[in-house]
């Protein structure tokens, strides 16, 4: 009997599948070691994600197995059941992303248990004590923005603000100074986690603070004969028509001291508000801004208070030791643009420290602020540590997330679940941005860095991740949008006094 060819072909068919789906399965599958030894203990790994809560959104978290062995199978399942298998030759495991992606769906509120075995060749099959990760069931913002530099002080070439999907491992350029003559490009802030709505500050020949709303850039200058020195630290009015800065006249000092070979300081500083709509430089004006200097700004959610920090006004010959500033806060009348008067939150002066970067979170429930030795720049502080306020009861923690390295910046998720911060600790010299679930004072995730695709690029990397915000989408403008806007003509603030 002859058989057609749509026949031939189906029948062809009907055999290949099953053998294809057989050796799918063999390929997937973990040896089913039936003698092995116990290591008695977990597998060294690196980034060490061992017991860290992590969203349900997040990123593959793959990882480095720094064991001397020859081969790893490794079984990551979830609390319903659902298993994903991976194997290694070189230690490095890296996660399918649709794979890990169900992984994570599938495990919202539970915990994802990760078995590690090993083999080399001729010897007897060991396993690890498992890892484990938490999966809570709120997700971060899917977008992360900093600014990428070399951790040196004496100059600014390469410089990047750069956006990372939190999703999975796709990176973009924001803004690249090499675009703008090498210009010094800091400080990007956005109103609401919106990444329709920031600014940042160009420094240098194309300088100026560069305003971004819905896909235009607008080049300003924000600097007065009557203020101390540029625009420098915002802070966005929640209703979105002010932002807060600091503007300050900064110095650097060079010392012998290995562990704080620089210090940044203030020679004096104060508070300014611009208004977006009128374009217009407005004192924040109180009895106390001849007397003390003030910076780092921050409004709370509800645009009722301002926050900042403050010293006195420091005189010539002055020891930058003992500069230290504490947490202020005053009120602020919407309708009229009216402060109050100042009232200490945090009296870190009493205590022999300083307060700097007081952040508050969306719910307007926590305000977390670091605390360090001296001055304002804990950035180049080893001692630098993560304070919290429960604002409605002023009681202040120590946060448990520290380590023994410097922790500079921070920044809240917008449904106030997740920190991301600067930290120090890998290195003591480069920062990278590290996550921590933030369920309430009393439970607070054991941070972990930002995934990468390859997770030994932090070992390779040279460069410091600055000023981590999180962000609830894509920016959607780009370097050559900012390189647009530099060439033409900054449009200048007016000055008043009216406030």
């Known amino acids: 009997m002859k058989i057609s060819k749509p026949e031939l072909r189906k029948n062809k068919l009907q055999i290949l599948v099953p053998i294809v789906v057989i050796l799918f399965l063999l390929s997937c599958k973990t040896e089913n070691y039936d003698d092995f030894s116990e290591m008695g203990r977990e597998p060294v790994i690196e980034p060490d994600y061992s017991g860290v809560t992590i969203p349900q959104n997040i990123a593959p978290m793959n990882f480095n197995i720094l064991e001397d062995e020859g081969f790893y199978n490794i079984r990551a399942t979830s609390s319903n059941g659902t298993i994903l298998f991976v194997k290694s030759s070189d230690g490095i495991v890296r996660f399918p992303q649709k794979s890990w992606k169900k992984l994570l769906a599938d495990n919202q509120g539970g915990k994802i248990k990760l078995e590690v075995f090993s083999e080399n060749k001729g010897e007897k099959a060991r396993k690890y004590d498992p890892i484990y990760m938490y999966v809570a069931k709120e997700a971060v913002d899917p977008y992360l923005c900093?600014?990428?530099?070399?951790?040196?002080?004496?100059?600014?070439?390469?410089?990047?603000?750069?956006?990372?999907?939190?999703?999975?491992?796709?990176?973009?350029?924001?803004?690249?100074?090499?675009?703008?003559?090498?210009?010094?490009?800091?400080?990007?802030?956005?109103?609401?986690n919106n990444p329709d709505k920031f600014l940042l500050h160009v420094r240098g020949s194309m300088g100026g603070t560069y305003?971004?709303?819905?896909?235009?850039?607008?080049?300003?200058?924000?600097?007065?004969?009557?203020?101390?020195?540029?625009?420098?630290?915002?802070?966005?009015h929640p209703a979105g028509k002010y932002v807060a800065f600091s503007s300050n006249k900064t110095v650097q000092a060079f010392h012998m001291r290995p562990e704080k070979n620089i210090e940044v300081y203030d020679l004096s500083s104060t508070l300014v508000i611009y208004d977006t709509e009128k374009n217009e430089m407005i004192a924040c004006v109180g009895n106390d801004s001849v007397k003390y200097m003030e910076t780092f700004p921050f409004w709370s959610p509800s645009g009722e208070y301002l926050y900042y920090c403050r010293t006195e006004q420091v005189i010539q010959g002055f020891d930058f030791r003992q500069v230290k500033y504490d947490l202020i806060r005053k009120s602020f009348d919407q309708e009229s643009g009216v402060f109050g008067k100042p009232e200490v939150v945090f009296n870190a002066r009493s205590i022999n420290k300083s307060v700097s970067f007081p952040v508050i979170s969306p719910d307007g429930q926590y305000l977390v602020f670091t605390l360090h030795d001296y001055g304002t720049f804990s950035i180049w502080h080893k001692e630098a540590d993560l304070y919290l306020i429960t604002l409605k009861n002023a009681k202040v923690d120590k946060?448990?997330?520290?380590?023994?390295?410097?922790?500079?910046?921070?920044?809240?998720?917008?449904?106030?679940?997740?920190?991301?911060?600067?930290?120090?600790?890998?290195?003591?010299?480069?920062?990278?941005?590290?996550?921590?679930?933030?369920?309430?004072?009393?439970?607070?995730?054991?941070?972990?860095?930002?995934?990468?695709?390859?997770?030994?690029?932090?070992?390779r990397n040279e460069k410091t991740y600055n000023r981590p915000e999180f962000i609830t989408g894509k920016i959607k403008v780009g370097p050559r949008d900012f390189a647009r806007a530099s060439g033409k003509e900054a449009i200048k603030a007016i000055w008043t006094e009216k406030k």
């Open 146 to 192: 900093y600014r990428l530099l070399y951790p040196g002080y004496e100059s600014w070439g390469e410089m990047k603000i750069v956006q990372r999907s939190t999703e999975d491992f796709k990176e973009s350029s924001v803004f690249e100074n090499q675009l703008l003559k090498d210009n010094c490009v800091n400080c990007h802030s956005f109103s609401h």
């Open 211 to 236: 305003f971004v709303d819905n896909g235009k850039v607008k080049r300003t200058t924000l600097q007065s004969q009557f203020m101390p020195g540029n625009a420098v630290y915002p802070s966005w």
């Open 399 to 459: 946060m448990s997330l520290n380590s023994n390295e410097t922790e500079s910046y921070h920044s809240w998720s917008s449904n106030s679940k997740w920190l991301v911060f600067s930290s120090k600790r890998g290195d003591g010299l480069t920062a990278r941005p590290y996550f921590a679930y933030f369920g309430s004072s009393d439970s607070i995730g054991k941070p972990f860095v930002l995934p990468q695709k390859d997770p030994t690029m932090y070992k």
